[in-house]
């Protein structure tokens, strides 16, 4: 029972310090998945698991280890950000693997790519035939960035001459239930606004929407709690063999 409750205290413990290095280490290690960002996130996970489980030494050496990692990834992140060459060695640099529809077979070599692994790339991309490309840059963390070829790109209303008209994002104004008074002030708009559109769609509290919108062109989208979806075909219509 001790050493039970030794690891649920020290589980806590590893948890918040994990949480608030998470925070403090940023988005980039998420967005930016280098092979470096992947070695040093499953290391650090180690060492919170360690710290947790492992009851044959104190906790404060575990504990200083894991924030000894943090503060190095820290530094690297700083040195990262000030010297662009630092970050070339360290991050790496994009490779273009196809240029003017052309294939780098130098590029992939040293990359240890083979033309199979460059397919699947594209293929996640939606391209399935290599003359479609005109250059495809292989990133950093790893993802491919394609450019197809001008006659193989979708058509914009801009290729068209079409007018359009500006979409903007649409602001929250319920969420789950619970009226976002901040994003209705930011609108101008108020509650008493909100609670005579919701009648007008036969809701007569905020707490059984699910999620409401504003648009941009002023139209208020509702998600209800229970979805009233209209039966347009009756079931006795369908009626067995006789």
């Known amino acids: 029972m001790d050493q039970a409750l030794v690891v649920v205290v020290r589980g806590i413990i590893a948890f918040t310090s994990l949480l608030i290095f998470a925070r403090v ?11 470096f960002e992947y070695v040093l996130g499953i290391t650090i996970g180690s060492m919170a698991a360690s710290l947790t489980t492992d009851l044959r030494a104190p906790a404060w050496p575990h504990w200083v280890g894991l924030l000894t990692w943090v503060l190095a990834a820290l530094a690297v992140q700083w040195v ?16 273009v693997v196809i240029m003017n529809g052309q294939v780098m077979e130098k590029a992939l070599r040293t990359l240890r790519y083979r033309l199979s692994d460059l397919l699947e790339l594209l293929r996640t991309k939606g391209v399935f035939d290599l003359s479609e490309v005109e250059f495809a840059v292989l990133e950093a963390n ?26 903007g994002v649409s602001t929250e104004l319920i969420y789950d239930g619970v009226v976002v008074d901040q994003n209705l002030e930011q609108v101008g708009l108020d509650r008493s606004w909100l609670e005579a559109e919701l009648k007008k769609q036969g809701i007569q509290s905020p707490e059984e929407v699910f999620a409401a919108t504003l648009e941009t062109s002023g139209k208020l989208y509702v998600d209800r709690y229970r979805d009233r979806v209209k039966r347009l075909v009756d079931a006795s219509d369908f009626k067995g063999p006789s």
């Open 25 to 35: 280490l940023g988005k980039q290690q998420i967005s930016q998945l280098t092979f």
């Open 80 to 95: 990262t950000l000030k010297w662009r060459y630092a970050a070339k060695y360290i991050d790496g640099e994009p490779t």
């Open 142 to 167: 790893g993802s491919l960035s394609v450019l197809r070829k001008s006659q193989h790109q979708p058509l914009t209303p801009k290729d068209l001459n079409l007018p359009t008209s500006y979409k």
